[in-house]
């Protein structure tokens, strides 16, 4: 971490980069906190000891703590300081707060919670799909398919166009609710997704059913539509195992 001084430099007005310093602090603390380095229901050290821990200024901190708190993880009340809360009040569908969680995600058993999600949502917003989707959604359908199969050997890439794919089957359902939910699980998809896709080495099944999927949409079959839907869910429950073993491995 840089020195106190380097720090003061880095926040100087008009240095530009107090932003960068205010986020490495804030992913530091939130770190801290999945870590239970802060407990749930703890309280945080004082603003000036937090500044000596992490060597920046009370401006920085109280940024940082302002992030934090409208992401659920603490809360701060006048002449009672600040509380870590409980992590059922966490925003766990945030980008931020799931890339701080990185390694200690697997106590938290998100990854298995997403795919709960998934497993009640999907196969009826393939079956809804099936019958309300555009022509020109179905053609999203098939490019993002077309990119996970063509990039079936670089994780990154089949990561974003597997994320997409997801993305528009829940917005081609036409219902309002899932087209919601899609917006909301978007980070929490995409984490899973990736950690299940970097586990396995093989995606060739994973790239058919999709396809067949896109196929099921065209031909305006529900049924199908819906079966497949339920084979990739279960190609996701062995990727999950694979994925929870190999962060178990890195823990």
Not at 32 to 43: E, L, T
Not at 94 to 99: H, R, S
Request: aromatic share 4%.
């Amino acid at each position: 971490m840089e020195s106190t001084e380097e720090q003061g430099r880095m926040e100087s007005p008009g240095s530009g980069r107090r932003p960068r310093v205010r986020r490495n602090i804030t992913a530091a603390i939130a770190q801290h906190i999945c870590a239970d380095r802060y407990p749930s229901g703890s309280a945080l050290p004082r603003e000036n000891d937090l500044c000596e821990l992490y060597g920046v200024s009370r401006t920085v901190i109280r940024e940082s703590l302002k992030v934090l708190e409208s992401k659920g993880l603490v809360r701060g009340k006048p002449r009672v300081g600040t509380t870590v809360c409980d992590r059922d009040d966490w925003n766990i569908l945030d980008a931020e707060v799931l890339d701080w969680m990185g390694p200690y995600i697997k106590d938290f058993d998100l990854l298995g919670c997403i795919l709960e999600a998934r497993r009640t949502i999907e196969p009826a917003a393939a079956e809804y799909a099936a019958e309300r989707a555009s022509a020109q959604e179905i053609a999203d359908l098939d490019k993002a398919w077309r990119q996970m199969r063509d990039s079936a050997g670089e994780p990154e890439s089949f990561t974003d166009a597997d994320v997409m794919f997801h993305t528009v089957l829940l917005t081609a359902s036409h219902n309002q609710v899932f087209r919601r939910l899609s917006s909301a699980i978007h980070a929490a998809l995409k984490y899973a997704l990736h950690a299940s896709n970097i586990a396995v080495e093989n995606r060739e099944d994973a790239v058919l059913v999709h396809g067949q999927l896109v196929e099921a949409l065209r031909m305006r079959d529900k049924t199908a539509a819906r079966e497949c839907a339920n084979r990739m869910l279960d190609l996701a429950v062995r990727d999950l195992d694979a994925a929870e073993k190999a962060i178990g491995r890195t823990k």
